[in-house]
């Protein structure tokens, strides 16, 4: 149910699209004011969300460790697997981000003959979403080349790279297919395991078809010749919306605007749905806090201030009534 | 809010990612540049449209490497009926010579680097009409 509505879904925004830019032809709409609305709702919306994060208390620190804790002094301390300082921390949260350390950890279960219960170590998923997300860095720092001029070295290093092999012209960039080949994977990891099937929701496929969609209309744009965009007037659209003077040039096609919409309506999904794992990701306090529980008192946050009364000060209190009464004194 | 300090420098760090195309422009930009092919040419017109040659004139100088290199056909007949030679440093480059202000204009802009000139011998640059090949 979930797909249907996705695809339906992906296929209505493309249509809108179509219609709005192709048929009306309200090309300063899709081209200028939406992309605006879109830029500004994914970078409000996502601090929104960062803030919002922050603000909530964390009572305890609830570290996920699965590592020797720092104990005494002849028992190894696992660093990565149990940080204790927040430099350990910060490495622990380096791996996570750059190399999504706890999803290489993944297993999986099998009941074989016997019964016998088997677990085994999964990296499908690990090296699909490594694949997917290394490919969409590289695919958005490529398209630095229609904002910026000049185009600085960096940008070129990467497309030359992304573009080593030198098949076919233009030439083929091997994220294109990467992102395309991990997109297939991680819907069909979805699909076809019936436990992993049945937690999916409609905003776990959207998101995959609408990237899936942005994917092959830039892939139609750029190697098929039917589909071949003016990338002059990209470049003068794009230019112009970051230098905050935009121009509508002449020459821009529908699927430019569609491809261009459903970017925008990512950008405007993004702080809403789970795709806000960009950010999050540096906010999970099960990851990105130390296992120092032992050695450092944390204080709740919420904690009421309660009013003490220690020994000292009832022994203030009640002194000439105790001595009188012959009790044992800390302080004559 | 909690951790504040972090918090606003990731905040910060994501603002200056986000917006690095505004300020890299206003910073070292350049712009109000905007590409200028010079055609210097004798030929009354181009063997297509220049709408078509715009967008795809790399579709149809692959078809034409293929053609010559694997097929040894050398004769291309344009939508118009004329016959033209597949070649690029001999018809295309007879009308456009200066690559620098033709070529480079549009490739330099867009970050396109075609690897034309690993095989081909760069033209030697000039402004003047190529006259009487």
Known sequence: MGIIISLVAVIALTLVAWIGAGTLGLHYLFGVIIPYLALAAFVFGLIYRVVKWAKAPVPFKITTTCGQQKSLPWIRHN????????????????????????????????????PRLVYGSEKYLWLAGLAFHYSFLVIVLRHLRFFIEPIPGFV??????????????????????????????????????????????????????????????????????AFKAELIAVKELAIGLVGFSPVVPEG??????????????????????KLVHMGGVFLSPTRNLANNNRNRRHVNPWNPDVKVHTYEEYEDEFRELMKAADMPLEKE | MYDGGKIIFGIVVFLALVTFPIWFNVAVGKTDFAP????????????????????KHMDMLDVWRDRVVRDGQRTFIAPDGKEYEMSLSNTCMKCHPNKTEFCDQCHNYLAVTPYCWECHIEPKETTEVANGN
């Open chain 1, 79 to 114: 660093k990565l697997e149990s940080p204790f300082t927040g430099w350990q921390v910060f490495g622990r949260m380096l791996l996570e981000i750059l190399f999504f350390r706890s999803l290489f950890r993944n297993t999986k279960m099998a009941l074989k003959k016997g």
């Open chain 2, 36 to 55: 200028d092919p010079k055609i210097v040419t004798v030929g009354e017109q181009c063997m297509a449209s220049g709408e078509y040659m715009k967008r």
């Open chain 1, 252 to 273: 821009l096609d529908v699927i430019f605007f569609i491809h261009l919409f459903l970017v925008s309506v990512l950008l405007m999904y993004f702080p809403m749905s």
């Open chain 1, 156 to 225: 070129m290093a990467i497309q030359n790279l992304d573009g080593f092999f030198q098949v076919g012209l233009p030439i083929i960039y091997i994220t294109d297919g990467v992102i395309l080949a991990a997109l297939v994977f991680l819907f069909f990891r979805r699909v076809i395991n019936p436990k992993v099937r049945y937690i999916s929701l409609a905003a776990d496929y959207f998101p995959l078809f609408l990237i899936g969609a942005i994917a092959l209309t830039g892939i139609l744009m750029r190697y098929f010749e």
